[in-house]
């Protein structure tokens, strides 16, 4: 993978850092969070798998650099999952 590709992707992980920031103010102690992991999952569909496949297709990722990316946004809903599932805990408490 080129170097300007590897910041490129370094940058997307930066700004879905943000988003998941954003989206932890969002957070209902009470529960009922599943709508902000629904944002946050189609933040990375609509902005993020489609410039990957956009690098993909242009032969600036492999099969498996663009898979691994993507699972690494994926990962990152599972963490504001259990972020999420803390602050409903600490609210329990």
Not at 11 to 21: C, S
Not at 71 to 89: G, W
Request: proline share 2%; hydrophobic share 30%.
């Amino acid at each position: 993978m080129e170097e300007n590709v590897r910041h490129e992707l370094e940058v997307l992980k930066e700004m879905m850092n943000n988003w998941k920031r954003g989206f932890m103010s969002w957070a209902s102690p009470d529960g009922d969070n599943d709508h902000v992991l629904l944002e946050f999952t189609e933040e990375i569909q609509e902005q993020i798998y489609p410039y990957v496949t956009r690098l993909l297709q242009t032969e600036h990722l492999n099969d498996a650099e663009a898979r691994e990316f993507m699972n690494y946004c994926y990962s990152q809903v599972e963490d504001l999952r259990n972020q999420l599932q803390e602050v409903e805990t600490d609210k329990s408490e």
